[in-house]
């Protein structure tokens, strides 16, 4: 009998295999455990097997990246493979103001204009946030020169949320583990700057790098990695990779606390930092004559800290991509840990265009808060891509494009269960949404999957015995008003194709020219079978009056309407034409920059209907009528 079992962890399992091995020894061949104190100590012998195995288990699972569950583990095991997780980020905004010194000069005596003011660094302005007031800094002394007219223009200044801090350290040789760690958490690393004084009093300007590529041993630099309880220590050079700070050097550290994502949304900002200029070799305040700031950009992109799962996903990818950007994947895991607002990246080449462009890569952002991403980051993103894209590659950022899907679902339900009927309603919606916030939606390249759809509903309750549900894609045309102009709607996915036309529906617009509300529809060609034309029309006495014949192709194997240009004046929804097509299959893919959302608003339907047959008041089914599985909504228009 072999008792070479090393694989048990279960308490009781150790203690019976304990108890297998003491009766294979001749001297306890019959004796009985239960009925004596030894049976105590072989709990305690499986106990303590128990606890050892455990933790040799979680240690084992600590030790790889893809099982550890503490962050230090996960940090330090990314650090080896070159990928430092995001630290937490401030949410910036950029702010205009103005600084008349006029009335400064007389106030305080002065014959001659200044001829540059500084914005000190540290404390700009406080922002008002929906949950409170915030503190908005600046990390670097900003100048700028006065104008003749004698104000000083600060014009589309970037601003942090967050506290600036310093912290100091003096080098001593003598402590060969020394090591400079900053005291606060919550610390975003892109703010941190570094000075250091040598004992002469000699000051120079150390920067951080990522890597060591290109570092020589005169390379002023300094790494950052996060340590316990996400605190941050700076690396310095050895003299042979980057330069060694001297022995009794004072080593400055600037740096900003935030609070991360809670820093987004302010607009309204009020002055609280500090003017200078400088007279006669001193740095003088100025204390008035500051305008109201004008907010260019309400604060965004603030994150916290990269959780767990993000760093797992990512650090083995970028790792992949070996700190350049040459396929779409290696776009697609760099852009993350340079833009920290991210929830989806798209990244394709222009080869995979029709006709192909090459030499262009396209890439689109889901940012986490809003639904595009503004001029600004796409400018900061593209700047540190520099470092890592290929020679010879433009870069293309694209707006992300809504594919709305809206479903007419008719839920049978048996009345007979306790739930109402309002409940099941309310359940129905509240299973439908979670499934619309899920991973398999959310996501560039995501697929709404019909199947998983149908069955989520009819596993909401016992009480649903089935349902009918039919899927609709909408693109929202926002057009350029009293101007002309064509437009472009892709929907990615195959077009369903009546011949006798109206597969297409559109929410009433006015153009000029044409009295009367007017809507798009489509008419097959037959000779194609694959493309068609759009018509506009208006109804008169409930039905189509065509008003132009010719106003657009439609392609129902790409699933593309162009419409030919034209002057919109004014539609129906304010801000948008919303355009409906009919999907030739139910499972609706998300691709290259389209972006699925599973419309869960008025334009979807659900209708709930007694199931006479499962109740048992129509046991027959004579009577009983079933839903149509297609679609019921006007026949002409959205």
């Known amino acids: 009998?072999?008792?070479?079992?090393?694989?048990?962890?279960?308490?009781?399992?150790?203690?019976?295999?304990?108890?297998?091995?003491?009766?294979?020894?001749?001297?306890?061949?019959?004796?009985?455990?239960?009925?004596?104190?030894?049976?105590?100590?072989?709990?305690?012998?499986?106990?303590?097997?128990?606890?050892?195995?455990?933790?040799?288990?979680?240690?084992?699972?600590?030790?790889?990246?893809?099982?550890?569950?503490?962050?230090?583990?996960?940090v330090s095991l990314a650090r080896n493979i070159g990928y430092v997780p995001r630290s937490k980020t401030s949410a910036t905004a950029n702010i205009s103001f103005t600084v008349d010194l006029n009335d400064y000069i007389a106030e305080v005596g002065l014959v001659n204009i200044p001829k540059l003011v500084k914005l000190k660094a540290g404390l700009v302005a406080k922002g008002t946030v929906t949950n409170g007031d915030y503190i908005f800094s600046v990390p670097d002394d900003i100048a700028v020169n006065v104008g003749g007219d004698g104000i000083a223009r600060f014009t589309n200044i970037p601003i942090s949320e967050g506290t600036l801090l310093t912290k100091t350290f003096t080098v001593d040789d003598s402590q060969k583990d020394a090591k400079y760690v900053l005291p606060n958490a919550n610390i975003d690393t892109?703010?941190?700057?570094?000075?250091?004084?040598s004992p002469l009093g000699t000051s120079e300007i150390f920067n951080r790098y990522d890597n060591i590529f290109d570092v020589d041993a005169n390379s002023r630099l300094f790494l950052v990695q996060e340590i316990l309880d996400e605190r941050?220590?700076?690396l310095f050079g050895d003299n042979t990779l980057g330069k060694k700070p001297e022995n009794g050097s004072v080593i400055s550290v600037t740096y900003i606390v935030t609070n991360g994502e809670e820093g987004n949304?302010?607009?309204?900002?009020?002055?609280?930092?500090?003017?200078?200029?400088?007279?006669?070799?001193?740095?003088?305040?100025?204390?008035?004559?500051?305008?109201?700031?004008?907010?260019?950009?309400?604060?965004?992109n603030g994150s916290d800290i990269e959780s767990i799962d993000s760093i797992k996903y990512l650090a083995p990818r970028v790792y992949a991509s070996q700190q350049r950007a040459v396929t779409a994947n290696d776009y697609m895991s760099l852009i993350p840990s340079l833009y920290s607002n991210v929830e989806?990246?798209?990244?394709?080449?222009?080869?995979?265009?029709?006709?192909?462009?090459?030499?262009?890569?396209?890439?689109?952002?889901?940012?986490?808060?809003?639904?595009?991403?503004?001029?600004?980051?796409?400018?900061?993103?593209?700047?540190?891509?520099?470092?890592?894209?290929?020679?010879?590659?433009?870069?293309?950022?694209?707006?992300?494009?809504?594919?709305?899907?809206?479903?007419e679902s008719t839920v049978s339900y048996d009345p007979g269960f306790a739930e109402t009927k309002e409940g099941l309603r309310?359940?129905?919606?509240?299973?439908?949404?979670?499934?619309?916030?899920?991973?398999?939606?959310?996501?560039?390249?995501?697929?709404?999957?019909?199947?998983?759809?149908?069955?989520?509903?009819?596993?909401?309750?016992?009480?649903?015995?089935?349902?009918?549900?039919?899927?609709?894609?909408?693109?929202?045309?926002?057009p350029l008003y009293n101007q002309f102009a064509n437009y472009e709607l892709c929907y990615g996915n195959r077009f369903h194709m009546d011949m006798e036309g109206f597969n297409i529906k559109s929410s009433s617009f006015k153009i000029d020219g044409v009295d009367g509300d007017l809507y798009l529809t489509d008419f097959p060609d037959s000779a194609t079978g694959t493309t068609?034309?759009?018509?506009?029309?208006?109804?008169?006495?409930?039905?189509?009056?065509?008003?132009?014949?010719?106003?657009?192709?439609?392609?129902?194997?790409?699933?593309?309407?162009?419409?030919?240009?034209?002057?919109?004046?004014?539609?129906?929804?304010?801000?948008?034409?919303?355009?409906?097509?009919?999907p030739e299959s139910n499972d609706i893919v998300a691709k290259q920059n389209l972006y699925i959302v599973l419309d869960t608003t008025a334009n979807s339907t659900l209708s709930l209907l007694e199931d006479v047959i499962s109740s048992g008041s129509n046991r027959s089914g004579v009577t009983y009528v079933p839903p149509s599985s297609f679609l019921s909504t006007s026949k002409y228009t959205r």
């Open 190 to 197: 892109s703010s941190i700057r570094v000075t250091v004084t």
């Open 265 to 300: 949304g302010s607009a309204n900002f009020t002055f609280n930092g500090r003017l200078t200029y400088t007279l006669a070799g001193s740095e003088r305040d100025i204390t008035t004559g500051t305008s109201l700031i004008t907010t260019v950009q309400s604060s965004e």
């Open 426 to 478: 309310s359940s129905i919606l509240n299973a439908i949404s979670t499934y619309a916030k899920s991973s398999d939606i959310n996501q560039f390249g995501g697929r709404l999957k019909y199947s998983k759809l149908l069955n989520i509903i009819d596993k909401v309750s016992d009480s649903v015995t089935s349902n009918i549900t039919n899927l609709k894609m909408r693109r929202n045309l926002v």
């Open 344 to 407: 989806s990246v798209s990244a394709y080449g222009g080869e995979e265009l029709e006709p192909p462009e090459y030499g262009k890569v396209y890439i689109t952002i889901k940012p986490q808060n809003g639904e595009f991403i503004s001029d600004v980051s796409k400018a900061s993103i593209k700047s540190g891509l520099k470092k890592y894209t290929v020679a010879g590659i433009k870069q293309e950022f694209l707006d992300l494009k809504y594919l709305y899907v809206e479903y």
């Open 532 to 582: 068609g034309v759009i018509k506009f029309f208006k109804m008169v006495n409930d039905v189509p009056f065509y008003v132009n014949n010719a106003a657009g192709t439609v392609d129902y194997k790409k699933g593309e309407i162009i419409l030919f240009p034209i002057s919109i004046s004014t539609s129906g929804l304010t801000d948008r034409i919303e355009i409906q097509v009919i």
């Open 1 to 74: 009998m072999s008792f070479n079992q090393f694989t048990n962890l279960d308490f009781i399992d150790l203690r019976d295999q304990i108890k297998d091995y003491l009766r294979a020894n001749s001297n306890f061949t019959d004796f009985d455990y239960e009925g004596s104190n030894f049976s105590i100590l072989i709990d305690t012998l499986a106990y303590n097997s128990y606890i050892t195995a455990y933790n040799t288990n979680m240690a084992v699972n600590e030790s790889f990246i893809d099982s550890a569950t503490l962050r230090e583990n996960v």
């Open 232 to 234: 941050y220590q700076l």
